[in-house]
């Protein structure tokens, strides 16, 4: 039964979908940090970007171990898209772009004998 009205997605996708999203939010800010303090140093703009890239990247992290049992991953890979920086957003991104949709819905119980 969908959570709300007219959406035909199950919870875990509407999860993956969302972090999809902020795999990939999280690397452009990685290559933006790291554009700001070693292609073109700016002190502020490196300050103002590493900010925002640290709630980013903790939100990442938070959304990856919550969605983690849900969808199967081992602890070995949670770690390796956590600490790879900008290759685990993309290889996150990419997991959950190949994944199948039938791994993402719930199987329906069938209905109970009375």
């Known amino acids: 039964m969908p959570d709300f009205a007219d959406d035909t997605s199950s919870e875990l996708e509407r999860k993956a979908k ?5 795999a990939l939010f999280e690397t452009v800010t990685y ?6 303090w070693v292609i073109a140093p700016n002190d502020a703009l490196k ?3 590493g900010f925002f890239h640290g709630l980013v990247w ?19 890979y949670t770690a390796l898209v956590v600490l790879t920086g900008p290759v685990g957003g993309v290889l996150v ?3 959950l772009r190949t994944t199948p949709r039938e791994r993402l ?5 069938p209905p109970a004998d009375r």
Request: no cysteine; aromatic share 22%; glycine share 4%.
């Open 18 to 22: 969302a972090l999809m999203f902020m």
């Open 93 to 95: 991104w990419w997991r």
């Open 58 to 76: 903790m939100a990442f992290v938070a959304m990856t171990v919550i969605i983690r049992p849900d969808i199967g991953w081992t602890w070995g």
């Open 47 to 49: 300050a103002v970007v």
């Open 31 to 36: 290559v933006l940090l790291f554009y700001f």
């Open 105 to 109: 819905v719930p199987h329906a119980s």
